[in-house]
């Protein structure tokens, strides 16, 4: 069975601040997805980024950057130089092959102060 | 640019009462999907359509729930007899293909308050 876990709860940084947001996920197929979304104080769910299982490769997008290491099972997101706009609650999930229901994990509040 | 569009943004019901939340996923998408948020808590998979059919659901999905393309637009979610617990925002989304790796565009929500 597949699982997404964000061991933190909420994160509360200046603005300016980088900010890594943890992401561990379990799952027995050798091909599966990954995702962050984005959800805003108004409630809509915003896509960030996928990432295939086969494609380790980091990415950088402007201030958000993302590290997917196999070895770990992990994918962790890094905002630099955050700023209050970043204020959000941020989900990684999952979704395996053979089954598109994306799991979420519980999600984590990031909270940046002016 | 095409959007999940979602009606009522807010629907407010007595126990026991029958609501359909409606969806109108992106006009090109083929897999439709429920999902629901109990306030502060994860986003939780519901139930997958495709073809006018279900094509996967959850343990919460149970005989209370269900869904129908009534038309080539609209995809609903009906809960029958609605219980305090169902209280939640319900979120649907559709994707273009198959693949796993295509992200699902979400609407922005319905929220339901059980009275």
């Known amino acids: 069975a597949q699982k997404v876990t964000q061991a933190q709860t909420e994160i509360s940084v200046v603005e300016k601040e980088d900010v890594t947001l943890d992401c561990v996920y379990e799952?027995?197929?050798?091909?599966?997805?990954l995702f962050w979304y984005k959800q805003p104080p108004s409630g809509e769910l915003v896509f960030l980024i996928r990432?295939?299982?086969?494609?380790?490769q980091n990415e950088i997008s402007g201030r958000y950057s993302w590290n997917f290491q196999k070895s770990t099972s992990s994918f962790n997101f890094t905002i630099t130089a955050s700023q209050v706009v970043d204020s959000a609650v941020y989900f990684c999930?999952?979704?395996?092959?053979?089954?598109?229901?994306?799991?979420f994990g519980s999600g984590t509040r990031l909270q940046v102060q002016p | 640019e095409p959007e999940v569009t979602q009606t009522p943004s807010h629907q407010v019901t007595q126990m026991g009462q029958e609501v359909i939340l409606r969806c109108v996923p992106i006009?090109?998408?083929?897999?439709f999907y429920w999902y629901r948020q109990i306030l502060g808590q994860k986003v939780e998979f519901l139930v997958s359509?495709?073809?006018?059919?279900?094509?996967?659901k959850s343990e919460i999905f149970d005989d209370q729930f269900s869904v129908e393309r009534p038309d080539g637009s609209n995809f609903t979610l009906k809960i029958r007899s609605t219980k305090l617990e169902d209280s939640a925002m319900y979120f649907c989304?559709?994707?273009?293909?198959?693949?796993?790796?295509?992200?699902?565009?979400f609407g922005p929500g319905t929220r339901l308050t059980v009275l």
């Open positions: 989304a559709s994707r273009t293909s198959g693949n796993s790796y295509n992200e699902q565009f």
């Open positions: 799952t027995r197929d050798t091909t599966y997805y």
């Open positions: 990432r295939n299982s086969f494609d380790e």
């Open positions: 999930a999952l979704s395996e092959a053979g089954r598109r229901a994306l799991t």
């Open positions: 006009s090109n998408h083929l897999y």
């Open positions: 359509f495709y073809n006018n059919e279900i094509s996967e």
